[in-house]
């Protein structure tokens, strides 16, 4: 029951550099997003996708990337790291239920990103 | 923005009383889901509630939902020092399963 994985759970990264959060599951879920979560900011959507080959803009997007090619995986990409982007990130899966809104969210354990 | 904004910020209370929280959201919505994230953990789903529905219950959680205030609460009853963990509502106001959270309430239950 390995359910939404992450990682790493711990990075340190310097400014301006890149590197790739993974995110798996293994539930079959259609729908797979990712979050920021700040202090006081509660949490923040980045991406969201509904399925492979799928991708779509959250509330927060500038300075991160992601594609979907399976069902499974859901990496989320840094491509110059800024001290902005220190921050907790979670990603979520569910179904893709036809009701929009409804599906329950699955989520990782998180991934803590210091860029100095 | 937001969609959702919890109130309180954060709430203190002792053992067996009864811990009610608040969101309120900014757009009309269709569902109204409660999450809770236990201290540097991800979150865990609570319940569902549908903008036809005005209460639901699941066990010690009671959750209402007021359309015409955009606004729902989550009381938790005769609480534990285990639901100790911070609270948060989420809608997907546009209908294109874009879940966004409130800013959460903190609940600290006291033995």
């Known amino acids: 029951n390995a359910g939404v994985t992450q990682t790493p759970k711990f990075q340190v990264l310097k400014t301006g550099q890149s590197m790739t959060l993974q995110c798996a599951q293994d539930?079959?879920?259609?729908?797979m997003s990712w979050y920021r979560q700040d202090p006081g900011m509660g949490l923040r959507l980045i991406h969201y996708s509904v399925g492979a080959g799928i991708t779509d803009q959250g509330e927060v997007p500038n300075g991160y990337n992601v594609s979907r090619s399976t069902t499974e995986d859901f990496p989320l990409r840094l491509l110059s790291a800024a001290p902005s982007q220190t921050s907790v990130y979670f990603c979520?899966?569910?179904?893709?239920?036809?009701?929009?809104?409804?599906?329950?969210?699955?989520f990782g354990e998180g991934s803590r990103l210091t860029v100095l | 923005s937001q969609q959702g904004e919890e109130d309180p910020q954060a709430l203190s209370i002792q053992e067996g009383e009864n811990a009610t929280m608040n969101c309120s959201y900014k757009?009309?919505?269709?569902?109204l889901q409660w999450y809770r994230q236990n201290s540097g953990r991800g979150l865990v789903h609570l319940i569902l509630?549908?903008?036809?529905?005005r209460e639901k219950h699941s066990g010690r959680l009671r959750v209402t939902l007021d359309t015409s205030k955009k606004s729902s609460s989550l009381l938790i009853t005769a609480s534990r020092a285990a639901d100790t963990a911070s609270y948060f509502c989420?809608?997907?106001?546009?209908?294109?399963?874009?879940?966004?959270f409130g800013t959460g309430t903190r609940l600290k239950v006291l033995a």
């Open positions: 757009t009309s919505i269709n569902n």
């Open positions: 509630i549908r903008s036809n529905e």
């Open positions: 979520a899966s569910s179904y893709l239920l036809a009701e929009p809104g409804t599906g329950e969210l699955f």
């Open positions: 989420a809608t997907d106001a546009t209908g294109t399963y874009k879940y966004i």
């Open positions: 539930m079959n879920h259609e729908y």
